[in-house]
């Protein structure tokens, strides 16, 4: 399971407390073209187009909610874990740090809706 994921998915099964931290996920965005933008959540292996960061972003959050609900929303609860062990490529993890570093792109990271946090339990 992601880095983030698996602490917070025993967390949430076992009704331990969930720390803020423990709720974000990391992603970067970086604009490849005129009016085209590109992210990836490192955590999930999800991605999205846009036209801004801005754009991005919002792209980048609906496909975390989608995911997620889709997840949690599952028939067989024990199925969770394989779900959320999404890891991005390597290569996409290694952006994401260069991004963070270099200033390559932009990284970022988008809080896992808390209003889902309760269908884990």
Known sequence: MGRLLAPLYKMLTQNKTVRPTDLLLRCYAKKVGKDKWYAVCVDLNLDAEGSS???V???MDNAIIGYLQ?????NSPASIPDLLR????LKDRIKYYLA???R?????YE???V???HRCA
């Open 53 to 55: 960061f801005v754009d």
């Open 57 to 59: 972003k919002r792209s």
């Open 70 to 74: 889709t997840v949690f929303e599952t």
């Open 86 to 89: 999404r890891q991005a490529p």
């Open 100 to 102: 963070k570093r270099l």
């Open 104 to 108: 390559i792109a932009s990284p970022f």
């Open 111 to 113: 809080a896992i809706p």
């Open 115 to 117: 209003h889902l946090a």
